[in-house]
């Protein structure tokens, strides 16, 4: 009965858009009215279309804006999307989030893609597997190109993915030391030669033992490579206790650098493979007396 009465009640009444007080949001063509131009005008200017806005007056320009502003118009992204078939995104790929080296590359490629009129996407994955699942969502059109740091992966796993991105029409530019570029950019740090000037900077200013916190699992030798080099060009003689694992995860970091601290014989001076070693390890060392400083790239700590 309380259902038929409430229905009896509501006889008589229509149930249109004005009952709502909804507004219909203006559209594109609400704007060329408004400013008295071609909704073709309109797209030119909002979209940026510096070919054909040439024909498009710079009195017609400043109507087209203050239309804009006068009927608070906002531009349907997704439509916009959908028409040229682009998601007008990059999606940034790094191993891991919260360190300086990743946090760096992620503000100054957000800033550059803002600027062109791109948003930007960022994803995180050490392993193959999480990199396999991030790529088929770009494949599937998450972005419409790739900025990755696959430094850690094998010069095989990058150009399998890299291959994949390219078949999707998606381009890249691939941060890894040693794959040749084949239908993608490759961005090198020479990260070797850096590793062997900070190493040669702890040398004159008078440390001879140097320990070493390396990468156990990484892909890349140059880093270790450029050690041993060091080593040898100074004729200091290679210590196999004064080389450490841990700079690939936080845990082993702290316990490596702890123990490191605790010897009766301390190294003066430690040199780290990783940011996210090199921030873990001091907190490891806790009142340690220290001096750090970062050179060439490279965090290194001396003992005072």
């Known amino acids: 009965m309380r259902a038929k009465h409430a229905l009896s009640g509501l006889q ?3 149930m249109g858009e004005s009952n709502f007080n909804r507004k219909k949001a203006p559209t594109m063509a609400d704007v060329a ?6 909704t073709a005008a309109v797209s030119y200017l909002l979209s940026g279309d510096s070919a054909r806005l040439k024909f498009v007056g710079k009195e017609a320009r400043q109507r087209i804006l203050d239309a804009v502003a006068e009927l608070n118009y906002v531009q349907n992204r997704t439509a916009r999307q959908l028409r040229r078939r682009q998601a007008e ?11 300086p080296f990743s946090d760096r590359i992620a503000q100054d490629v957000q800033s550059a893609a803002a600027l062109n009129g791109f948003s930007t996407i960022i994803a995180a994955g050490d392993t193959m597997e999480r990199m396999d699942r991030i790529v088929r969502e770009i494949e599937s059109g998450l972005a419409d190109g790739v900025i990755a740091d696959w430094q850690h992966l094998s010069e095989r796993d990058v150009a399998l993915l890299a291959a994949r991105l390219a078949v999707a029409g998606r381009p890249g530019v691939i941060f890894h030391p040693s794959i040749e570029p084949a239908g993608f950019s490759v961005v090198r740090q020479h990260t070797g ?8 900077y702890l040398y ?9 916190m390396l990468h156990e699992r990484a892909v890349d030798g140059s880093r270790l ?3 041993h080099r060091f080593l040898q060009a100074r004729g200091v003689p290679l210590r196999a206790d004064l080389l450490i694992g841990g700079a690939e995860a936080r845990k082993a970091a702290f316990a490596n650098a702890r123990a490191l601290a ?3 014989e301390r190294p003066t001076a430690l040199f780290a493979e990783s940011d996210l070693a090199a921030v873990t390890a001091l907190h490891a060392f806790g009142g340690w007396p220290l001096r750090t400083r970062r050179h060439c790239g490279h965090r290194v700590w001396q003992y005072r």
């Open 12 to 14: 008589g009444v229509e």
């Open 33 to 38: 009215r408004r400013a008295k131009v071609s």
């Open 89 to 99: 995104r990059i999606c940034l790929l790094l191993p891991r989030l919260g360190v």
């Open 193 to 200: 030669d850096a590793v062997f000037e900070a190493l040669d």
């Open 204 to 212: 004159q200013a008078g440390h001879r033992c140097i320990a070493y």
């Open 225 to 227: 490579a450029a050690y």
């Open 262 to 264: 605790a010897r009766k």
